[in-house]
Structure formats: C-alpha cells, structure tokens
C-alpha cells in the first residue's frame, strides 16, 4: 500500500482507501485452482490451502454436507483444511471464511483429469489448430457436466505455489471458452463424460515444442546421470549463479558449428565461391523443406548453389535477392561474397546486392541453411517467393533446381545450448505448471508428447518412466491413471525399410505400457504427412477416452488394436504371437497385411508378406531365407494395416533388440 498516496487525499476518501486495504488484507486468498464452476475429485480427501492473516482461524463449510472444518492460518498465513468429498454431482456451494466469507459457487464434485505434453495436445479446436469440423464443433460444444482449467506458459527455476491460469479460473464448457481449449483434452472429456455421466473436470498445462524432462521434478533428474548436471544448473541459476550468458554459450557453440563445417576453411566460405567445384553436389528442387524430401532425418547445415545469368542491362545496378522463409537460420552470398545473415525460422529473406557488384553473365547464388531440428529447409516464405528482381522491376526466379551438399550434422555437434529463461530445460515446467497443482487430488492424467525428445528416442525408455513415476509420487498416487498418445505417422514416406528416430520413440511409449495403470493411445493410422499437428484430434481423444473407460472405469469397450507378444523362428519365417486379438486379426482394408519387414543377421530389413493364422502372424520374405527379426510401422510415416475386430491399430513394434540409432544420444 503506498501511504503516501493516502496523505494526498481528502480525508475522507483516504479513510475508504485504508478500509479497503485493511479488508483485502483480512480476505482469505486461495490459489488459482479454486474457483467458481470448478471441480473437485469424488471420493477423496481434498486439500483447500491459501493465504490468511496469521493467526486467524480459517472455516471451509461445502454444501454437499453442511460440515464446517477449520483450520488456524501459521505465523506466514498459510493454511491447509481437508474436506471429505462425496459421490459425484452438483452443483455446490464452498464457503471458506476468515470472517469475511468467500464463497466458491456453480461447483461439480466429479473426476479431474490433468492434460499436459506439447503442441499436439496444446491444439486448440479453432485459433491456430483448426480441427476437422472445427466451427460445428464449438457450436456444438455445450457440457455444462465438463469444466476447463486453462493454464499460461510460465517457467521456474524453483516449484512455485500457484499456477497462472486464464479466464480467472475454471469455466464451464461453452463455445465461448472451449475454442481456444486443448481439442484433445475436450474430445477425451466428452466421450467419458458421455459414456459415464460423471462431472469432468480438465486441467490443461501444456506447452508446444517441449521436451518430457522440462516437466520433470529436479528430484527425480537428479538420480539420472544423463540429467543430474543439467538439473545443477538450474539450481544454481535460481541462486544467482547462471554462468556465462546464453548469448555468450550460443556464440562458441556457433563458432565451434563453423569450425567443423566443411563448407567453410578456417573463416572463409570455400563452398560459396564461385570456381568451387560441384561435382560431388546433387540436386533439389526448392522451395522445400528438406525433411520432407530428401532428407527425412537430417539436422545440421546444408549449402544451397543457383546459377543465374545477369541481364546485360542490369549490369552496375542495385538488386535484391529474395529466397523466402528459412528454417531455422541461414547465411546468403553472392559470388562468394555474404550480402546477409538472418536467423528464426519463417522469416522472410530479402537482401541487397550494390551494383558495383554486378555484372552481366554469370553469378551465383549460395545458401548455407542451418537447420538445429526439425523440419529444415525452405518454407517459401509465404506469398515471397524466391527471386532476383532489378530496380527496373526485373525478375529472375529462383524457384527450381538447386545443387545442395550436406556441411555439418548436428548428431557431431554438442547440444545447442539452451537459453537461461527458455521452456526447454529441465524441470522449469514442472516447478511452474504442474508442482501448483500437486496437492488438489485428480483421477488421472492425459499426455501427447515426444516429437521434441524424438532424437533421444532411446533415452526416452527410461525418462518417460520415471516422469510418470514423478507425478505419481509428488500426488501421493502410486496408482495414478496415466493415458498418453503415441506419435503419429508424419514425414514422406519411405520405399525402402530403414532406421526412425520416430519409430524408436514410439517404442520407446509402447514399452511405457509396462507400468501399472496406463494405457496408449496408438494414431500411426491418422497423422498427416505434410503435417506434424494433424487435423483429426477427434480420434485422439476417443482413443484415451476408450482406454480409460476401459481401465479406470471398467466398462466393456473395445480400447486396444492388436498387441504383440512374441515371435519364435518357424523354418524360413518367423511366427508372430498377439493378445488382444478380439474378433480376429485382420487389414483395416481389406487388403493384404502392410508394414511388416524381416531381416537376418545381418540386420538388413526387407519388405515381407505376412499372412494371419488365428491369432497369430506368419512373417516371410524370399530375400531372407534366414529371418531373426521381423518390424513393423517401423518408419516415421509407414504405410500400414494391421488391427482387429475394435478397429483399432496395433502400435509398431520390432522383435529384435539391436541397437537403436538414437541409443547413447544425450
């Protein structure tokens, strides 16, 4: 309060401005999880805590009961009380009063069900994701049964108590609010809301591009030595010992990128100059984003040649050279001279070339495109395009044929390190939106996310796990429901079997299943191969609704496709054994099974046949006369079949343990 303000003011109004500080002061304040229209979990002792004048005797009195629990707020105005909740319904009333009564109105007693992981299950129905149906969804979307908790993107260093959530807090679901809500969260809700009658309440805490170990508890990356350090550093930014800037740690890690590129000698960019010689070189056609095309896997720098024939008219005058959006960074020169640098992806790149150096004939364009992850390449740039215009309006396309060779990958360079206030680093989304919600008892939790710890997939074994067994502890829930989505199929699809970062992390979830009260949502059939947030997020909430339904809630629905169990070799095949084989195995289509591959020992994958025998599979290929491994959907987009009578795909799975292509990536 500024008391100085007060002396300025007659004394009247300063005596209303003191009287209502001293009344917001004396007010209970609770944290942003309650609220009105909010909901609690059923059956539970539920914790309500907050701010209080200290000392005072805080009473919390819901109307499901009448009874009145009270608790005296400590010497820094912290109290806790714990109220018994019932069965579910609604809607209620809290009170909870320190003398002034604040009440908690329009209140469900149900199941609360925390949404977390990255941009996929962040997708709104409308604004940037854009479902299938989007508007007749919104406009359809009245559950007054369904509340939403949206929570805000916030990092820390250190476990905060309270979260930042928009809109004041929970709302019900309407077409107001549900549009901009997380469309997988919604469509998971609806069907068990739906299919059981109880009240459901989501909390949704995700950030999109984030990595599993940014929502991990410093505790639980300690004990792992592929994180321990990392989780050092952020203790010691949070006491005011950061180290180097980020600034400063991105610059040698750049200058260390260069030094390796062999594109550049010493300082000089060798493979821009105009006499270097392209033999070796192959062509793309741009703009395009490599990942897409020819280069599905590969992250690091790629240079870019164009020639082009200068008009003799434009000789000695100014020219622009226009090459679109890039992702991420790139460096452009003009006969082997740089004429600009930009650096964040999209951004459209228009640079000057004084006349003075140029000249009628021959030029060429280079383009060193460093791509850190992800997809890499061109973009186009929106309605940019790629050119070379005069002052005169000239233009000359850069659209077509462009050598390109590969500089340095980033699988030889050090991690790029990461900022000092960023979301991706280790445990700062847990410490701001997941450890504020700890103490308020859920019935679950929901996840979509991996494409971000993809490289790592092999890591991903063992950090998925211990991320769900960190919640699960820090709720005090061992048995803690955890339902989470597999990748779906995404990138240009393959003619040839090969190794898949994706592939590895999406066995990297199957085997998650080994803990107790899981389930995997598995959507290899409807990702988008031009598109890493596919439209149909429908399915996706279905399909965890289904698992939940199925294993939390004990309904008889259909929640899995075919499971595999075991292979043995059976003269020139290998017989594959499934569970959950319900109504039989068979191709989505109707054609014959797709997606299976077979190797020998010397662990190159063919294409295979695969022929169903009850509730088995037999593998063969006439190229491997002595199989040992069969894979299957092992690509990042496979073309596959695989189900049985619920419809539902089996998830991709090898029968071999050979070492993965990501194992030993940190």
Request: aromatic share 10%; hydrophobic share 40%; proline share 6%.
């Amino acid at each position: 309060m500024n008391f100085n303000y007060v002396k300025l003011l007659p004394a009247a109004a300063a005596l209303s401005v003191l009287l209502m500080a001293s009344s917001a002061e004396g007010k209970v304040i609770l944290p942003s999880v309650f609220s009105d229209n909010m909901v609690f979990q059923q059956k539970t002792k539920a914790a309500i805590w907050g701010k209080a004048d200290a000392g005072k005797t805080v009473t919390v009195t819901p109307s499901w009961n009448g009874k009145a629990v009270s608790a005296q707020a400590d010497a820094s105005g912290n109290f806790k009380v714990f109220i018994q909740t019932p069965k579910f319904g609604g809607p209620y009333t809290v009170k909870v009063s320190d003398g002034e009564i604040l009440t908690l109105s329009n209140v469900l007693v149900g199941d609360v069900w925390v949404c977390s992981g990255q941009s996929n299950m962040e997708m709104p129905l409308a604004g940037w994701g854009k479902i299938i149906n989007y508007e007749q969804e919104i406009a359809q979307a009245n559950y007054p049964k369904i509340r939403l908790l949206q929570g805000v993107h916030v990092t820390s260093n250190v476990p905060l108590a309270d979260a930042k959530v928009t809109n004041g807090g929970w709302t019900e679901c309407n077409p107001k609010y549900v549009a901009e809500f997380s469309a997988v969260a919604y469509a998971f809700a609806r069907e068990v809301q739906q299919k059981t009658g109880i009240p459901i309440g989501l909390i949704h805490t995700s950030w999109g591009g984030t990595i599993a170990e940014a929502w991990t508890s410093a505790e639980t990356l300690s004990a792992m030595p592929d994180f321990a350090e990392k989780v050092e550093k952020i203790k010691a930014a949070a006491n005011g010992n950061a180290g180097p800037s980020y600034q400063e740690r991105l610059s040698a890690w750049q200058k260390d990128a260069d030094a390796k590129d062999p594109g550049f000698q010493g300082q000089l960019p060798s493979w821009a100059a105009r006499l270097t010689n392209v033999s070796s070189w192959q062509s793309m056609k741009l703009p395009v984003l490599w990942n897409k095309t020819v280069m599905p896997n590969y992250n690091g720098t790629v240079w870019f040649r164009k020639q082009i024939t200068i008009p003799a008219d434009w000789a000695g005058q100014d020219i622009t050279v226009h090459i679109g959006g890039v992702d991420d960074d790139e460096i452009t020169y003009f006969n082997g001279e740089k004429i600009g640098a930009t650096r964040g992806v999209g951004i459209p790149r228009k640079y000057t070339v004084r006349g003075n150096k140029v000249k009628a004939g021959s030029s060429v364009i280079t383009v060193r495109v460093f791509d850190t992850g992800g997809d890499g390449g061109f973009n186009g740039g929106g309605n940019e395009g790629m050119y070379v215009a005069s002052k005169s309006g000239g233009k000359i396309s850069l659209e077509g044929d462009w050598l390109y060779k590969r500089g340095i990958s980033m699988s030889d360079l050090p991690p790029v390190p990461e900022s000092n206030d960023g979301p991706n680093r280790t445990t700062v989304l847990y410490n701001a939106m997941i450890h504020p919600y700890i103490q308020f008892p859920v019935k679950g939790a929901i996840w979509y996310q991996g494409e971000s710890n993809a490289d790592r997939a092999h890591q991903y074994r063992t950090l998925f796990p211990a991320m769900i067994g960190d919640w699960r502890q820090k709720w005090n829930q061992p048995d803690m429901p955890f339902y989470f989505v597999q990748l779906a199929n995404f990138m240009k699809r393959n003619a040839a079997p090969g190794p898949s970062a994706w592939a590895e992390l999406r066995d990297a979830q199957r085997q998650t299943l080994s803990l107790p009260n899981t389930g995997m949502a598995v959507s290899i059939d409807i990702g988008d191969a031009d598109d890493i947030h596919p439209k149909n997020k429908q399915d996706v909430g279905k399909r965890l609704a289904y698992a939940a339904l199925a294993k939390t809630y004990g309904l008889k629905v259909p929640f899995s496709g075919p499971v595999y169990e075991s292979a043995k070799p059976v003269g020139q095949a290998i017989e594959l054994t499934f569970s959950s084989a319900e109504g039989g195995l068979k191709a989505s289509d109707g054609q014959e099974l797709t997606g299976f591959s077979i190797a020998g020992a010397d662990q190159n994958f063919h294409w295979a046949k695969a022929v169903v025998k009850g509730n088995k599979i037999m593998v063969s290929s006439d190229e491997v006369p002595a199989p040992v491994a069969v894979r299957y959907a092992w690509a990042n987009n496979p073309q596959c079949n695989l189900t049985n009578g619920s419809g539902l795909p089996a998830s991709p799975f090898k029968t071999d343990s050979w070492t993965d292509t990501t194992q030993g990536k940190k």
